[in-house]
């Protein structure tokens, strides 16, 4: 009985280990040929031009029926006694291996990559097993007790094959600061391996008691598939490769990258000829959908077992049976069928954002396309994750952040240094979790060729593809060659208005020009149009007044005068009669220098003709008759030219001009014995001196 009841249960228990290959190495831009894992479009544009991977290995495994301890691992752990289980009524299993043997990629040119290489893949899952159902099974099945098992639709997979896959991938739209690529791998696939079972409304009830007493019975209903390659007939030890095993496989895959900055990495040369460097990630931000594994594997001369549940065992029937000759009770094998084994296609959607050309933060989901609820179906474990990772040419460090599906949240990290590349999506929770539900690990050697950076020999920035002068540094303005100074006065001929002709940096490189050809600079004439003497800044002397003495010559530049008299008006014979003649009508009060009111017109019209000889000195004369002393007439003389003088200079004639003095009587100009001498004896002068 002990053999029975395991072996009905392992017919919907065939179970391995599948999910995602190398979490968070596929993030990094120098994963080369990993690329085409997750999306063919990868090795297109890549920061490698050519890698070579010597070896791979990925393995994952993920559950929500036991909860591990990996700290407690050693030779004695046993997992039905040491693990931790979490039975529910639909538990589940996923996992894969993957091994990437001799692969490589190769970028044709700009556009177009290629890339080829031969993987070694197993994959299984296990749906909707009855936890309750198998801890029982584990732990605690025994003729003497009761056992149950109510399993509504159960499946299990397991598929293990060989794939050659050639990839190419091309850019499709290169438009600046919008790029997209796309790819295509095709794969031939050699199936080695391959069994599935599922269950529909499995029930056993198995009566303890009634067996002890000796008349027991097992009921069970439902009903199971059950099948498998012809290889796996036979002992599991010699298993042989499957003749008929054949199928093909497709991976499609798009990337748009978004290039805001894209006008920094491009360089022009002197030609109109564009380069962009191939070392860097252009891109502030890039999408990827891929499809993955779109195919099938056909087994030829398959065996299938198909089992009606639906029936009553007397103890008669299964006591002291062997296994094999369970088949008379619940069904006959099908031998020489094709059966069709289909890939886990899966869709992978994932956002990179480049944050500064070190650190990158991406974010991915892989979401399974395979119904779990049909039969001989491998299928992923829907994954979501969110990757931080530093990034260089030789070394790259990530840690994966993960939801899991079956196993929950992983926190992972993995690194790359030259040819090696190690990691795991869950190192880091699986050894702060005691319960663990799931974990990866994965390693490998590769021959990384790198891009070549585009090289500044001269270090002016300006990159030797596009520098007309790479062995001197010069400006990108002028494509990477010093600015010329052709003239050799020191404005660069790009500033130099006259680059064939020194002058001066205040000119922008000319000569300063002499126009009017005085001699004299136009910066420092200040009449250029016109020829003019250096002592006047380069303009003609003016002869404002007209007189034809220059202003630099004439006393009296406003005034015409005589040119010899020095540009002043000339004081004649009429004018100096014309002043005396108003002096003489000058009134004063009788015996005194005060001046008579009257008289002020007559001293303006006087003002206005000694304004008429700016520069013309006069002397203001007094003279009076002889009656009285002589010493009170030189008095009252003096007094009286005083007085005209003050009021002349009152009046703005300039003071330096005049001057008085008094005569007394000395200088009679008719007799005083009468009173018409007299009156003409007292009298102002107003003289000219010369």
Not at 86 to 115: Q, T
Not at 512 to 518: A, K, N, Q, S, V
Request: glycine letters at 8%.
């Amino acid at each position: 009985m002990r053999k029975i009841l395991p072996t009905i249960m392992l017919l919907l228990c065939i179970a391995s280990v599948k999910s995602q290959s190398y979490l968070g190495f596929l993030t990094d831009n120098y994963s080369g040929v990993h690329g085409v894992i997750s999306n063919p479009a990868n090795i297109v544009d890549s920061r490698l031009k050519t890698d070579i991977n010597l070896v791979g290995i990925s393995a994952f495994a993920a559950n929500d029926y036991y909860g591990i301890n990996f700290n407690d691992l050693d030779s004695d752990y046993d997992i039905d006694d040491d693990a931790k289980t979490f039975p529910e009524s639909s538990n589940n299993l996923v996992g894969n291996i993957d091994v990437l043997g001799p692969a490589f990629m190769f970028n044709i040119n700009e556009r177009n990559s290629i890339a080829a290489y031969f993987r070694l893949r197993a994959f299984a899952s296990v749906s909707d097993i009855d936890g309750e159902t198998l801890d029982g099974v584990i732990n605690n099945l025994d003729d003497n007790i009761n056992f149950n098992v109510n399993e509504d639709d159960a499946y299990g997979s397991g598929n293990v094959w060989a794939e050659l896959g050639v990839s190419y991938a091309r850019v499709l739209m290169n438009k600046q600061q919008h790029f997209i690529k796309g790819g295509i791998t095709l794969k031939y696939l050699q199936g080695l391996g391959n069994a599935y079972a599922s269950g529909n409304n499995l029930s056993i009830d198995f009566d303890a008691n009634a067996i002890i007493q000796g008349n027991g019975t097992v009921a069970t209903t439902g009903d199971v598939v059950y099948g498998y390659s012809e290889n796996l007939e036979e002992d599991l030890d010699e298993i042989e490769i499957v003749s008929n095993a054949k199928g093909i496989g497709v991976d499609l895959g798009f990337i748009y990258e978004w290039r805001p900055d894209y006008d920094e990495y491009i360089a022009t040369d002197s030609k109109g000829k564009t380069y962009l460097p191939k070392d860097i990630n252009k891109y502030k931000l890039k999408f990827g959908l891929s499809l993955t594994d779109i195919g099938s594997i056909s087994y030829d001369k398959g065996i299938q077992e198909s089992y009606d549940f639906n029936r009553v065992l007397t103890q008669d029937d299964f006591e002291d049976i062997d296994i094999d000759e369970l088949e008379r009770f619940y069904g006959t094998p099908t031998i020489g069928e094709t059966e069709k084994a289909v890939l886990p296609t899966a869709l992978h959607l994932n956002a990179d954002w480049n944050i500064n050309q070190r650190f990158y933060v991406n974010v991915n989901t892989d979401l399974s396309l395979t119904a779990k609820d049909k039969i001989n179906r491998s299928r992923i474990a829907n994954l979501v994750s969110l990757t931080p990772r530093f990034e260089s040419k030789w070394f790259s460090f990530y840690s994966p952040l993960s939801l899991v599906q079956h196993s929950g949240f992983r926190w992972g990290a993995g690194l790359r240094a030259g040819p090696l590349y190690i990691g795991s999506g869950s190192i880091i929770s699986v050894l702060l979790n005691d319960e663990s539900k799931g974990a990866d690990v994965y390693a490998g050697l590769k021959i990384p060729v790198y891009q070549s950076r585009l090289k500044d020999k001269d270090g002016d920035g300006v990159l030797d593809k596009v520098d007309d002068c790479p062995e001197i540094k010069g400006p990108e303005e002028n494509f990477g060659c010093p600015w010329p100074d052709t003239d050799g006065d020191t404005v660069l001929d790009k500033d130099d208005q006259c680059p064939e002709e020194a002058g001066e940096v205040e000119n922008n490189g000319c000569p300063w020009p002499d126009t009017d050809g005085d001699s004299l600079l136009d910066k420092d004439d200040s009449c250029p149009q016109i020829a003019g003497p250096i002592e006047n800044n380069g303009c003609p002397w003016p002869d404002t007044d007209g007189d034809s003495v220059l202003d630099k010559d004439d006393n009296c530049p406003n005034v015409a005068g005589t040119v010899a008299n020095n540009g002043c008006p000339e004081v004649t014979e009429e004018v100096q009669k014309t002043l005396n003649e108003y002096a003489k009508t000058i009134l004063f009060d009788s015996g005194r220098s005060t001046i008579k009111e009257e008289s002020n017109e007559v001293l303006n019209d006087i003002i206005k003709i000694l304004n008429e000889y700016p520069l013309a000195k006069f002397t203001v004369e007094g003279h009076t008759d002889s009656a009285g002393s002589n010493k009170l007439n030189q008095r009252l003389s003096d007094s009286r030219a005083n007085a005209v003088k003050d009021y002349l200079v009152e009046n703005g004639v300039d003071q330096f001009r005049l001057s008085a003095i008094g005569y007394g009587e000395e200088r009679p100009i008719a007799t005083n014995k009468t009173r018409a001498g007299r009156a003409q004896n007292r009298r102002v002068e107003i003289n000219l001196i010369k």
